[in-house]
């Protein structure tokens, strides 16, 4: 019995040291120190030994039981450790590694020449409104001296929704807005970015939805001067101070006097070339000293109040300053053509 022994704990022991997984452990420890397991047969047994030999035996029994125990759970540390270390190894991080660049995206050209004019103009006082791109014929036309069935409304083919609703053909709208909006008591001294919709047929110079920066200055005492100093100011600030600027006589049913402002060509800076097609001078605005009549509709007594308006595209403003030849490249998304421009 004490020969069997032995050889259990032997065999046990070396089946331990065989074992390459806990689970190959687990195994060793049921099938030799288990219910079924030899030890406890041998220990069941004890009953039908000698009283000489049960206490040799049970002593011995209980030693191969503990070497074995012992073994077990010396190695099943070592498995442990050495699948930690493992686990370790396989997740170290080498913190000295460049990291991946990662790919930042930009704002738009437009969005940045819009921030622009936007701030030439807080500079000078001017607040920013929005107004809605759907809008109703009112604002759109009839409010800036465009009655129904007036020759001038074909200047701007629309987009019409219903027989009173269209996407705005301008940002023009937003004058009469804000003035309602100050109900005829107050100054207003706002400038209005945003999209527009004219129904063109999409080209180099002409799209179906572009920008515009709307200006309305109204107060007592506004003179045609202020408008000629408000853009004067702008196109320096804007274009370099080497820039001259001119106003030409035009037409707006919602300015009058109306005029058209160009700037020096800084290409040629005025003695005329490709780019100003021979005439030094680009246009760039159109404005005027605000139609007495879109006053007195908005609920300004033009007797008392008198104002200039300006409205201007930013997408042609940016095609002179950069010299981009196409306005659809605003639009068709190049990230190409766009990262050129991108001042991060
Ligand atoms: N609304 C005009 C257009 O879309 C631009 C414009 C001209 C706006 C004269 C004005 C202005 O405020 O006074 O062509």
Not at 197 to 211: L, P, V, W
Not at 300 to 323: Q, T
Request: hydrophobic letters at 35%; aromatic letters at 8%; charged letters at 30%.
């Amino acid at each position: 019995m004490q020969e069997k022994l032995q050889a259990l704990q032997t065999e046990a022991l070396e089946h331990v040291e065989q074992a390459k997984t806990l689970a190959d452990l687990q195994n060793v420890r049921v099938s030799y120190l288990g219910k079924k397991g030899p030890i406890t047969e041998v220990l069941r047994g004890m009953g039908k030994l000698s009283p000489e030999e049960r206490p040799v035996i049970g002593e011995l029994a209980n030693k191969v039981r503990e070497a074995i125990t012992e073994a077990l759970d010396t190695k099943k540390q070592n498995l442990e450790e050495a699948a930690l270390n493992e686990q370790l190894k396989s997740e170290t991080i080498d913190v000295t590694l460049p990291g991946r660049p990662v790919q930042v995206g930009g704002s738009h050209l437009l969005t940045d020449i819009v921030t622009e004019i936007e701030d030439l103009f807080i500079g000078m006082g001017f607040e920013i409104k929005e107004g809605p791109e759907v809008e109703t014929d009112y604002y759109n036309f009839e409010a800036l001296n465009l009655p129904k069935d007036h020759p001038a409304r074909d200047m701007q083919d629309s987009f019409y929704i219903t027989e009173e609703l269209l996407l705005r053909t301008h940002t023009s709208p937003v004058q009469a807005r804000t003035m309602g909006e100050y109900k005829g008591n107050k100054p207003v001294k706002m400038i209005c970015p945003g999209k527009v919709y004219r129904r063109d047929t999409d080209d180099a110079t002409h799209s179906h939805q572009f920008t515009q920066v709307e200006g309305l200055y109204v107060d007592k005492d506004v003179r045609m001067s202020d408008l000629k100093g408000v853009l004067n100011q702008f196109a320096k600030q804007f274009f370099g101070e080497e820039r001259e600027i001119r106003l030409r006589p035009s037409f707006f049913p919602f300015t009058e006097p109306s005029v058209e402002m160009d700037i020096s060509c800084k290409v040629c800076h005025g003695e005329g070339c490709s780019v100003c097609k021979k005439t030094g001078w680009i246009e760039i605005l159109g404005g005027g000293m605000v139609h007495p009549d879109v006053l007195e509709m908005a609920g300004y007594d033009p007797e008392v109040y008198s104002g200039f308006a300006f409205g201007m595209g930013p997408e042609r403003i940016a095609m002179l300053k950069y010299g981009v030849d196409d306005i659809r490249h605003f639009y068709t998304n190049d990230v190409r053509f766009l990262k050129q421009y991108h001042q991060a």
